[in-house]
Structure formats: C-alpha cells, structure tokens
T-cell receptor
Framework: AQKVTQAQTEISVVEKEDVTLDCVYETRDTTYYLFWYKQPPSGELVFLIRRNSFDEQNEISGRYSWNFQKSTSSFNFTITASQVVDSAVYFCALTTNAGGTSYGKLTFGQGTILTVHP | SAVISQKPSRDICQRGTSLTIQCQVDSQVTMMFWYRQQPGQSLTLIATANQGSEATYESGFVIDKFPISRPNLTFSTLTVSNMSPEDSSIYLC?????????????FGAGTRLSVL
C-alpha cells in the first residue's frame, strides 16, 4: 500500500520568509514517481513538479526548490522569499508502476495550507 | 499540457436527485480519473475511466452511485446519483496524456457540489 504524509496541516509566514513543506512517502515499489501540486483558492490543481525514484537530484525552479532523499523517503518543497500569491494548499502525491487496477493512481497527502501574510 | 474543462463549476442540489458532471479535454488522452475532495480534505480517487472499457472503481465507490461514461478520448462524465448531504464535495477530473504511470495528471477546476 502507498501512503503520503504531510505532517504540517497549516503554515503561516510573512512575505519574504522562506518556507519548507514536508512530504514523507511509503511504497514497496522500486519505481515510483512523486509530485507536488498547488491548489489556489480557485480550486484547480496546478502541477508543479514530478520526480522519479531513480533521480535524486534536487531541482530549483525560480523561487521553488525540491529536495528528494530516498534514504529518508522524503520529498520536501521549499519556497524562497515567499509572496502572498503563494498562499494555497499544497499537495504531495505518489504513483507507482504497479500494475492492476491501481495503475496510474495518484495517492495524495493531506495537504498543507500555506498562508503568506503581507 | 492538457487543458481540462469541467461543467458545472458549482451546483446546489436537493437530496435524492442526481447530477452529471462533464469533463472535456483539449487533446486526446488515454487515462482519465475522477476524484472527490471533501471539505478541508485531500483528494480521493473515485474511479479510473479509460476509453473503450468499463470504469475501474476504488474501494468504497460503486457504479450505481457514481456511474461514469467515457465515450471518446476527450470526454468523460461522472454522475452523482441519489444525492445526500454527505455527497457535498468538490469533484475533480484529471487526464494523463499517455498510458504509463509516470505521466503527469492535469486537473480541471472542479465542480463544487452542495446537497441540501
């Protein structure tokens, strides 16, 4: 069974602060894919990043960076110099190459509500 | 990336009625998925809808309650049948362009359903 845990339910920061959102996952499959999605108040899920289990390189995209560590089964997301527009719910998700009826299924964490105050 | 359009964006329905939600993709996609997001909660997969085959339902979801159609590679519908207040949720569809697990799922804006 797959599981994704986002222990931080809510985070509140002031603009320009850095913030890290934690994600810990569990899977028995050796090939898997991790995702981060952003859900602004409008409701749609916006894709941010995908990593596969064989690529532990950290990634940076503008103010966003991701730290993937297989040794701790973590895939953390950092926003540098946060802005009010970053306020949203952020979801970490996992899928694997396991066959059967769950193929391609995304297992989501509970989400972290990020509020950035001016 | 695929662009997903969902209709209606929101609705208020009476107990015992049914609502059909439409999901249109701007390109042909192999895999489509329907999720439910209860208030303040995460997303839970209802079913996977692949064209040309019956939808595959997750544990706790049944076809009689959530019938799904997938008539072609760009369109799917989800019906919420015989609604009760417990069905009040956001329903989201997603689409993945290929047929392999690593493919990115793109989501619609969701349908906010309130059942009175």
């Amino acid at each position: 069974a797959q599981k994704v845990t986002q222990a931080q339910t809510e985070i509140s920061v002031v603009e320009k602060e850095d913030v890290t959102l934690d994600c810990v996952y569990e899977t028995r499959d050796t090939t898997y894919y991790l995702f981060w999605y952003k859900q602004p108040p409008s409701g749609e899920l916006v894709f941010l990043i995908r990593r596969n289990s064989f690529d532990e390189q950290n990634e940076i995209s503008g103010r966003y960076s991701w730290n993937f560590q297989k040794s701790t089964s973590s895939f953390n997301f950092t926003i540098t110099a946060s802005q009010v527009v970053d306020s949203a719910v952020y979801f970490c998700a996992l899928t694997t190459n396991a066959g059967g009826t769950s193929y391609g299924k995304l297992t989501f964490g509970q989400g972290t509500i990020l509020t950035v105050h001016p | 990336s695929a662009v997903i359009s969902q209709k209606p964006s929101r609705d208020i329905c009476q107990r015992g009625t049914s609502l059909t939600i439409q999901c249109q993709v701007d390109s042909q996609v192999t895999m489509m998925f329907w999720y439910r997001q209860q208030p303040g909660q995460s997303l839970t997969l209802i079913a996977t809808a692949n064209q040309g085959s019956e939808a595959t339902y997750e544990s706790g979801f049944v076809i009689d309650k959530f019938p799904i159609s997938r008539p072609n590679l760009t369109f799917s519908t989800l019906t919420v049948s015989n609604m009760s207040p417990e069905d009040s949720s956001i329903y989201l569809c997603s689409a993945a362009e290929g047929a392999i697990a690593k493919n990115i799922q793109y989501f619609g804006a969701g349908t906010r359903l309130s059942v009175l």
